[in-house]
């Protein structure tokens, strides 16, 4: 752990990026790619409305009701903002097919643009505005969950609700004008609200705990705004949120912050399922044309870290598959499409053909595989193998990730839709407008 001092120096950095970076400064290929994952959470988001997490949380919010602040997904009636960041927050992560940020292994957008469309909405911000609120707090989550390490992730932490609580408040406080006073003391009351464990994986504590970090964001936000005073600096003073949860408090982290755009490296899901699966799956893909009958096993090798978030050696329901290389690889070679989202059922998992198979599968921790790639060999019946690599870090140009996270979300919502919110996005249309396309 870092002493005292070296801790202290993220709460103002982030504070002073969030209240006060010029949004003039943002390059336009930045922005470019905030767009794409704002269309991403829009989609996914309206393709995650009827799973159960989403039922759920829309009970509780009928239940309760309140001011009419902003719109919810698949909601008739607006609800209070930080109702409509809960909600939003769990409803988009629901499929786990949103992006992801492999610096600090999470998904940054489900957060913090939950949370950014909630408050928009709720003070009448211009479009720009909410774009650039969701970049700052995307910046600012990925860095955070950086500062944090990978000690906070692998003892059990969920990036995506702790990281991405402090992103989802920087949102939320710049929409709400806040200044770095204001910033800071966000973060310190969020660092007595955040929250979130990766044993909820395979559950819907996972997408509720997307939730949680957007309504926790948008409520230390209009907390502070309101005249709260927490301690400031409890995000990394001694026994604060990093000293507490396992945090490396690496002050690199923040290094170039405003300058180098960390965000610009999220990776966008073509896979169902757990992003750590998707290097195994491209890999058996690009093996291709061999049949579940010439395999006598299929050994992944993939960095240790990932054995503790996806390798469900034997799931039982349609999300737990989601995070199972068992399944996911077994899925595959039967000919099942990963990217659908039908394909993730609790039939499935009992599928006599699917169970012999994921018998065959071999999963092993190699500290020598990046965490963003994986070994696939095939040892084939006739004493030969077959062996592929992938790393998901390859660079995508601009134009053809457009291009396929526009495919994706046409599959999902349809062509139609999918062009209306394409509009919506590219030109910077009011937060209402964007709201009201969920309903």
Request: aromatic share 4%; with cysteine; glycine share 10%.
């Amino acid at each position: 752990m870092k002493d005292q001092a070296t801790r202290a120096a993220v709460t103002p950095a982030l504070a002073e990026f969030a209240a006060g970076f010029d949004a003039g400064d943002i390059p336009a290929s930045v922005r470019a790619v905030m767009r794409l994952s704002i269309l991403d959470w829009l989609a996914v988001g309206i393709a995650g409305r009827d799973e159960p997490v989403a039922k759920a949380v829309r009970a509780l919010a009928n239940e309760e009701g309140g001011d009419e602040q902003a719109h919810a997904l698949a909601m008739a009636q607006r609800v209070p903002a930080r109702m409509a960041a809960l909600i939003n927050g769990s409803v988009s992560h629901a499929l786990d097919y949103d992006d992801t940020h492999f610096a600090h292994i999470g998904h940054p957008s489900v957060a913090v643009v939950s949370a950014a469309l909630a408050v928009a909405e709720r003070v009448g911000a211009s479009g720009a505005a909410f774009q650039t609120a969701c970049l700052i707090g995307c910046e600012a989550s990925v860095r955070t969950g950086l500062w944090l390490g990978r000690g906070h992730y692998q003892i059990g932490f969920h990036q995506t609700a702790t990281a991405g609580a402090f992103g989802a408040g920087l949102a939320a406080g710049r929409l709400l004008g806040l200044g770095p006073d204001g910033m800071a003391d966000v973060l310190g009351l969020l660092a007595t609200r955040a929250s979130g464990l990766k044993a909820q994986f395979g559950s819907m504590g996972k997408p509720f705990n997307a939730g949680i970090a957007a309504a926790n964001g948008v409520e230390a936000a209009l907390l502070v705004s309101h005249g709260f005073v927490p301690r400031r600096d409890a995000m990394d003073c001694a026994q604060g949120f990093g000293a507490t949860h396992h945090g490396e408090s690496d002050p690199s982290a923040l290094d170039r912050l405003g300058v180098d755009w960390h965000f610009t490296d999220v990776s966008h899901k073509f896979h169902a399922c757990c992003h750590g699966l998707h290097a195994a799956l491209e890999a058996l893909v690009a093996i291709g044309g061999v049949t579940p009958d010439d395999v006598a096993q299929i050994r992944v090798s993939t960095h240790p870290r990932w054995l503790t978030v996806c390798n469900i050696a034997t799931p039982q329901t349609g999300l737990q598959a989601k995070f199972s290389y068992t399944q996911v690889l077994a899925m595959r070679l039967l000919g099942q499409d990963t990217a659908r989202l039908d394909s993730y059922t609790d039939a499935l998992c009992a599928d006599a053909r699917i169970t012999a198979l994921r018998d065959r599968v071999v999963v092993i921790g190699n500290e020598d595989v990046a965490e963003t790639a994986s070994q696939i060999t095939l040892v084939m019946k006739d004493g030969t193998e077959r062996l592929a690599r992938h790393d998901l870090t390859g660079a995508i140009p601009l134009e053809q990730r457009r291009a396929k996270v526009q495919a994706k979300a046409e599959s999902l919502i349809g062509a139609e839709r999918v062009s209306l919110l394409v509009s919506l996005v590219d030109e910077e249309a009011a937060p209402a407008d964007i709201g009201a396309a969920l309903i």
